[in-house]
């Protein structure tokens, strides 16, 4: 089973960027497919971008064109750049890792076994 750390959260102005890292360790990372999900005080948890285990990436469309998630291999970790960052961009993010998703459950959060503890992004206006 995978274990996944994130980090690189903070505090920045409406406008900014901030890039937010997922590290994984003790699985077969390049089998797995990872996403990043956000929740914000008072709000169910949400799906924000996803990475295949094929390479393809998904996004919410209230992300598209300013998020960005890659992936190193070599370093097991999986990155959200986040550009044009809105106040309603406000939550905790958290990465999850699952094996066997197909298209269809990418954005569906009950098919992810595996889960960091979340870091804070905050933007203010």
């Known amino acids: 089973q995978v274990q996944l750390a994130e980090s690189g959260g903070g505090s920045v102005q409406a406008g900014g960027s901030l890039r937010v890292s997922c590290a994984a360790s003790?699985?077969?990372?390049?089998?797995?497919?990872i996403s990043w999900f956000r929740q914000a005080p008072g709000k169910e948890r949400e799906f924000v971008a996803g990475?295949?285990?094929?390479?393809?990436?998904y996004y919410d469309d209230s992300v598209k064109g300013r998020f960005t998630i890659s992936k190193d291999n070599n370093k097991n970790t999986v990155y959200l750049q986040m550009n044009s960052l809105k106040p309603e961009d406000t939550a905790i993010y958290y990465c999850?890792?699952?094996?066997?998703?197909?298209?269809?459950?990418?954005?569906?959060?009950?098919?992810?076994?595996?889960w960091g503890q979340g870091t804070q992004v905050t933007v203010s206006s």
């Open positions: 990475r295949k285990w094929d390479g393809s990436t």
């Open positions: 999850a890792a699952a094996g066997g998703i197909i298209t269809s459950t990418v954005r569906d959060r009950s098919r992810y076994p595996n």
């Open positions: 003790g699985g077969t990372f390049s089998r797995y497919t």
